[in-house]
């Protein structure tokens, strides 16, 4: 099986790091295919000048890379194709992959109107005659123990005036041009389209494809607040409705609110003495809990059962995704004492497995993370024999903050996909798919126990679903969540269907052919139910008690 993943506008850094946990962690074979903003790359045989300008000054990142060749540049209107597969070894597997990769390009172009060829002694695709060739496309792979990594840089309509600031693929006497500049009109999808047909017919056939949404537009992406984002007439918002045609759910044909559950989602209020108690030194500690924020149908069994999910950064997240509850009006400046005052609740309730998640924090420079590190140091102190789960925001990929909540050490690192490539721009557009991924990819790389959660019913398929398991899985992740989304109010995202507890059972036990050491998929199942049972199944040690 190859699967193509269309995975629209990536960071270098969250792509490359997608690449290596695809690379050394999974046997499944993958074509990436994606745009970057503006980089700049170098080889492991870069020369440094060739680089020509500070790339800040244009715009651009400069990264330092594991692959082969000298500098290159990569930005928006380039098709990136990252092949990672299974190569056969031998003494000339090597170059005999890098023609093949330059023929599967040769014939994608062709396939679209222009005549492209080798160039010998220089990789890469050109046309143009002998004696003023012009590269449409660099190629510089990594192959190590029969598996590949990079790939291919096809230029469909870039600003070619970048690759001036860059002695490109360090050839100083060659120009580089695009498949706009040769006269072939064809959009990016069409251009991918083409790729993947070829793709098939070298490395399927059998080919599974994965498309993120593939109009986008910046206003999708800015922090908004629930009413831009949802609007205030009873219904989505007009922004939320046309992401959710463009990604094939017709907003209008969605469960109405007042619809009543199925059995199988009624939850019995049990406020007992246990949920109470908990209840008042939530109070007492002026403390958030997500169960209450996102209005969780599970609050009254876990309270009871004398777990929580504590809630960190405060209570308004400068995202809003479409089916969250959470408020989403301007946050507050943290709260310094907010670490040591969730440690005393752990250990007030005597808590075995201790959960913190927290809202998206944009706002701030680390993106929150330095929170999640408090928390966890204070609940260390107070509390050495209880185990610890952070469930993470992507602090916009930031590597720095990333790096320092998986130093601070979490006994699990839980990041939620939450739906399928598909249906991302739709439900999270301050999201990616892509960087999602990364994250958890990051996470696995960093040795922790890494865990992720998808909701049903926003219009995905049983197919997508699965695929999209197996990316979680292929990056590292060990613990994985299914359940159903329930509809907070008529301004959210609207449910599509109802998924039967049968369908969820027949998911689980797909995830779990796949590898995963637990998975917990049931209507009501959220990310952080039965997370110590969970933890415990992916040998994470946890206390019979706390402290």
């Not at 913190?356 to 609940?379: S, Y």
């Amino acid at each position: 099986m190859l699967r193509v993943r269309w995975l629209g506008r990536v960071r270098y850094r969250d792509a490359h790091a997608l690449q290596r946990a695809l690379f050394s962690a999974s046997p499944e074979n993958y074509l990436l295919l994606m745009e970057h903003p503006h980089v700049y790359t170098l080889g492991v045989g870069a020369d440094d000048r060739h680089v020509l300008v500070d790339p800040g000054q244009v715009g651009a990142e400069l990264i330092r890379t594991d692959r082969g060749g000298d500098v290159t540049y990569h930005g928006p209107g380039q098709l990136v194709g990252y092949p990672i597969i299974s190569v056969p070894t031998g003494p000339r597997s090597v170059p005999e992959y890098v023609h093949g990769v330059e023929q599967l390009v040769i014939d994608s172009v062709g396939d679209l109107g222009l005549a492209a060829r080798r160039l010998p002694g220089y990789p890469g695709v050109w046309v143009g005659p002998d004696d003023a060739p012009r590269k449409v496309c660099a190629i510089g792979v990594r192959v190590t123990r029969g598996r590949s990594m990079h790939g291919f840089a096809l230029n469909v309509d870039p600003d070619l005036s970048m690759f001036g600031h860059i002695v490109p693929c360090g050839i100083a006497d060659k120009g580089v041009t695009s498949l706009a500049a040769e006269g072939v009109e064809a959009t990016m999808r069409e251009v991918v389209d083409a790729v993947v047909a070829r793709a098939t017919v070298r490395w399927g056939p059998a080919v599974e494809r994965r498309d993120v949404a593939w109009r986008t537009v910046p206003e999708d992406l800015s922090a908004l607040t629930r009413r831009q984002a949802l609007g205030t007439s009873g219904r989505p918002g007009e922004r939320l409705r046309l992401r959710l045609a463009e990604a094939g759910v017709n907003p209008g044909a969605g469960l109405a609110v007042s619809e009543r559950k199925p059995a199988w989602l009624r939850v019995k209020a049990e406020m007992g003495p246990e949920y109470r108690q908990l209840r008042s030194t939530m109070r007492s500690l002026d403390l958030v809990t997500v169960c209450e924020e996102a209005g969780c149908p599970n609050i009254f069994e876990c309270w009871a059962d004398g777990t929580a999910t504590f809630m960190i950064n405060g209570e308004r997240c400068t995202r809003a995704c479409g089916f969250c509850l959470v408020d989403t009006r301007r946050p507050s400046p943290p709260d310094p004492g907010e670490a040591d005052r969730v440690a005393e609740a752990v250990g007030r309730m005597s808590l075995a497995h201790a959960v913190v998640t927290a809202v998206a924090r944009d706002d701030l420079p680390e993106g929150g993370a330095l929170g999640f590190v408090a928390t966890i140091a204070a609940i260390r102190r107070r509390c050495p024999h209880t185990s610890v789960e952070v469930l993470i925001p992507d602090f916009k990929g930031d590597p720095d903050a990333l790096n320092a909540v998986f130093e601070a050490g979490p006994d699990v690192l839980n990041h939620n996909l939450e739906t399928v490539a598909r249906l991302q721009r739709a439900v999270r557009p301050s999201a990616s798919y892509a960087r999602s991924l990364a994250v958890l990819a990051r996470a696995a790389d960093a040795g922790l126990v890494t865990k992720s959660g998808i909701i049903l019913g926003m219009g995905e398929t049983a197919e997508e679903v699965v695929s999209a398991l197996s990316d979680l899985r292929a990056v590292g992740v060990q613990i994985v969540t299914l359940g159903q989304y329930l509809r907070p109010t008529a301004a959210h995202l609207p449910v599509a269907r109802w998924w039967t507890p049968a369908e969820f059972d027949r998911l689980a036990a797909a995830a779990r052919a796949m590898g995963f050491s637990h998975v917990q998929a049931s209507p009501l199942t959220r990310s952080s139910y039965h997370a110590r049972q969970a933890a415990s199944a992916a040998q994470v040690p946890v206390a019979l008690s706390g402290s």
